[in-house]
Nanobody, 121 residues
């Protein structure tokens, strides 16, 4: 069984920074894409950023230039450095990963439990 455990959320003033971490644990062959999504109250869950095993990055337009996603493949961990935070960034942030149990089967998708990020104006 694969688990994604997030950490690093909290309350920050507008213009401040936070760093989220998400570590994957369990027995598996490898992780393809890792990423972050967020869901604000009353809104649908949306993509924030993703990173592939090879380092290909993808960002939502709303966070480009402010957020940076990175991963440590040896630690099965993905990070999200969030700078110049705005009140519109307030949401529950979820880690997501496509995990391959063995090399002969397609990956399965997993979600973390979510971590709250609140930006005060």
């Amino acid at each position: 069984q694969v688990q994604l455990v997030e950490s690093g959320g909290g309350l920050v003033q507008g213009g401040g920074s936070l760093r989220l971490s998400c570590a994957a644990s369990g027995i598996f062959f490898g992780i393809a894409v890792m990423g972050w999504y967020r869901q604000a109250p009353g809104k649908a869950r949306e993509l924030v950023a993703t990173v592939t095993t090879g380092g290909t990055l993808n960002y939502a337009d709303s966070v480009k230039g402010r957020f940076t996603i990175s991963r440590d493949n040896a630690k099965n961990t993905v990070y999200l450095q969030m700078n110049s935070l705005e009140s519109e960034d307030t949401a529950v942030y979820y880690c997501n990963a496509d995990v391959r149990a063995n090399p002969f089967r397609p990956p399965s998708n997993y979600w973390g439990q979510g971590t709250q990020v609140t930006v005060s104006s």
